[in-house]
C-alpha cells in the first residue's frame, strides 16, 4: 500500500488503531514527521489524527488524505513557548483518549501530559535536546547552563512516565534504560539521475537541503557561491533549499537578492528531495558543535540517496558514511577553497561525480532507505498501544 507514494510496511495493518501526532515546533511538512512516519503509519491501517500549527506556518491544514485529520495548534517561537504548551494541553486533554497513542516530536510538551488522562504517550527524540540550546538564537547567552539542565530534568520525566523512540543510536546515552531507535532516513530512489546533469539552460546545480543558521554554515555556503559565480560566469550555481533562520536569515537572503545563489526557502519534503536530482554536490559545511557531533546528518543521507556526491565537514558520522561509500569528500571545517576546488573539478569531469554518486547510493540502498526503516517505526508503536 502507497500513501504520498511511499511504500508503507509489509506488515499486516492493525486495524482500528488511532495515533495522536502533536508538535508545536516543527512546520507541519517536516520531512520526519509527515512524509516518513505519518504516511508508514496511515499505509499499516491506522488513523491518524495530526495537530500542527498549520497557520503559524501559513500552510493550510490538508484535507484530501484518506485516514488523517488535521487540528490547529498554536506555533512555539522564540522565548513565546507557553500559549503553544497550553494550546497543545487543550488538544491533548480533549484528543488524547479517543487514541490508542498520543506521539509527541518536542520536549516542551513533556511536561504538557502531567496530570492528563491519555493513553500511552510516545516522545520522539530528534535530537540532543540539551546540547542543542546552545545554539537556540533567542536563548539568552547566561540562561543556556539553566535551560540545558532543565531540559535534561524533563528527559528524566520523560523516561519515568512514557516511551521513547530516538532519532539516532547515539542519544542513547543521555537515558538511563535502552530505548528503540528508529533512524532519520529517507526512500531512497531506484535509479536516480546521475550527478551533474544540466539543467535545460545548461548550468550545473550544487545543493544545500535543509534548514540553514550560521552552525550550519550558512556563511560558508554563500561564499562557495559567490566564488563558483565568479569563477564559472554563472555556468555552476548553488541553489539552497530550506528555510533560514536568525543571522543567517539575512544573509543567505542578501546573496540571492545579489543573484549569488538561489535560494528557495521551505520546500516541502517531497518536493525538495526531488529537487536533488542531477546535482552536481551537495554541501554540508555543519560546524563542529555539540548538537551536530553525536548525529548523523540527514542531508548527507538525503544526497547519498539520490546519488548526489557529498561535500562535508568532518563531523564524525558524516565522515563514516562518506568514508565507507567513497560517496563524496571530506573538507575541513570552514573551508571555502577546498569545497570550491572539488566542485569545479567535479564540474570539468561530470562523469566523475556521477560515479562517486552512484557509490554514494549504493550504500543508502543497502543500509539507510526508510522503506525497511519505516517497519521498526510502526511495530514500536504498536507495542506502545499492546502496552496501554
Not at 104 to 128: F, G, I, S, Y
Amino acid at each position: 500500500m502507497s500513501i504520498d507514494g511511499q511504500e508503507g510496511p509489509s506488515a499486516t495493518p492493525r486495524r482500528g488503531r488511532r495515533a495522536l501526532v502533536v508538535t508545536v515546533v516543527h512546520h507541519p511538512h517536516d520531512a520526519r514527521i509527515r512524509h516518513r512516519q505519518i504516511p508508514a503509519l496511515l499505509a499499516a491501517g491506522w488513523q491518524v489524527t495530526y495537530a500542527a500549527p498549520f497557520q503559524g506556518y501559513g500552510v493550510p491544514p490538508e484535507q484530501d488524505v484518506a485516514g488523517l485529520t488535521c487540528v490547529e495548534v498554536t506555533r512555539a517561537v522564540g522565548r513565546d513557548r507557553w500559549r503553544a504548551q497550553r494550546s497543545a494541553r487543550a488538544v491533548l486533554r480533549d484528543l488524547g483518549p479517543a487514541h490508542d497513542v498520543v506521539l509527541l516530536h518536542d520536549p516542551e510538551l513533556v511536561p504538557t501530559t502531567t496530570r492528563l488522562d491519555l493513553p500511552p504517550v510516545v516522545w520522539d527524540v530528534h535530537e540532543d535536546t540539551a546540547a542543542a540550546v546552545a545554539v537556540r538564537p533567542w536563548v539568552p547567552d547566561p540562561l543556556r547552563p539553566v535551560l540545558a539542565r532543565a531540559v535534561t530534568a524533563v528527559e528524566r520525566l520523560a523516561e519515568r512516565r512514557m516511551s521513547l523512540l530516538l532519532a539516532d543510536e547515539h542519544y542513547a546515552g543521555r537515558f538511563r534504560r535502552q530505548h528503540p531507535v528508529v533512524p532519520n532516513t529517507t526512500l531512497v530512489p531506484v535509479d536516480p539521475p546521475p550527478a551533474g546533469s544540466p539543467g535545460p539552460d545548461g548550468v550545473q546545480r550544487v545543493v544545500y537541503l535543509g534548514s540553514v543558521t550560521v552552525e550550519r554554515g550558512a556563511r560558508e555556503i554563500v561564499d562557495v557561491a559567490r566564488r563558483l559565480r565568479s569563477v564559472t560566469d554563472g555556468r555552476v550555481i548553488v541553489q539552497v533549499v530550506g528555510p533560514a533562520h536568525g543571522p543567517a536569515g539575512r544573509v543567505v537572503q542578501a546573496a540571492h537578492l545579489a543573484g549569488d545563489l538561489r535560494w528557495e526557502g521551505f520546500v516541502r519534503s517531497d518536493t525538495a528531495l526531488g529537487m536533488l536530482d542531477g546535482a552536481l554536490a551537495g554541501l554540508s559545511p555543519l560546524h563542529d558543535t555539540a548538537n551536530f557531533r553525536p548525529s548523523v546528518p540527514t542531508k548527507v543521507v538525503e544526497y547519498m540517496a539520490h546519488g548526489v556526491p557529498v561535500i562535508t565537514s568532518p563531523l564524525p558520522w558524516a565522515v563514516d558514511l562518506v568514508d565507507r561509500s567513497g560517496g563524496g569528500v571530506v573538507v575541513p571545517f570552514g573551508d571555502v577553497d577546498q569545497t570550491v576546488a572539488q566542485v569545479l573539478a567535479w564540474a570539468e569531469d561530470p562523469t566523475a561525480a556521477a560515479a562517486v554518486g552512484r557509490r554514494g547510493h549504493a550504500l543508502a540502498v543497502a543500509e539507510l532507505d526508510w522503506a525497511s526503516r519505516s517497519v521498526d517505526f510502526v511495530a514500536a508503536l504498536d507495542r506502545a498501544a499492546d502496552a496501554g
